[in-house]
């Protein structure tokens, strides 16, 4: 066995909606939010809970963008806020409550420039 293998196994576990990770973090948010970011509907204002998995700055139209991927436990939600590069406490692990409208986005479900409040966990 490779650790290459081992590796790519334990992420594949990780970001598994079928394991014990997904559903505590259901649990945990669906008791918090009235929708999951799998049940939220497009083009309508929506508030949803999650944690922040990766963050990166991607340029969009040559401006700075930092997107942050929030998940729940159901689904995975793209959060994109337009001419930023850092927000102070937008980091992986963090607990997040964003409020928006979702796009879709090269088949990708997005909300640009979203309300946020960073939740304690």
Request: positive net charge; hydrophobic residues 35%.
């Amino acid at each position: 066995m490779t650790g290459k293998s081992r590796l790519r196994r334990t992420i594949s576990k990780w970001a598994s909606s079928d394991d014990s990770y997904a559903r505590d973090m259901r649990a945990t948010y669906s008791a918090q939010s009235e929708l999951s970011i799998d049940e939220a509907p497009d083009r309508e204002l929506v508030t949803l809970r999650g944690t922040v998995r990766t963050v990166t700055v991607r340029p969009r139209g040559g401006v700075p963008a930092l997107e942050a991927e929030l998940y729940d436990g159901s689904a995975v939600l793209t959060i994109v806020w337009l001419g930023r590069r850092r927000i102070a406490g937008i980091d992986p692990g963090r607990s997040l409550q964003v409020r928006g409208r979702i796009g879709v986005h090269d088949g990708h479900r997005i909300i640009y420039n979203p309300r946020y409040e960073l939740i304690c966990s």
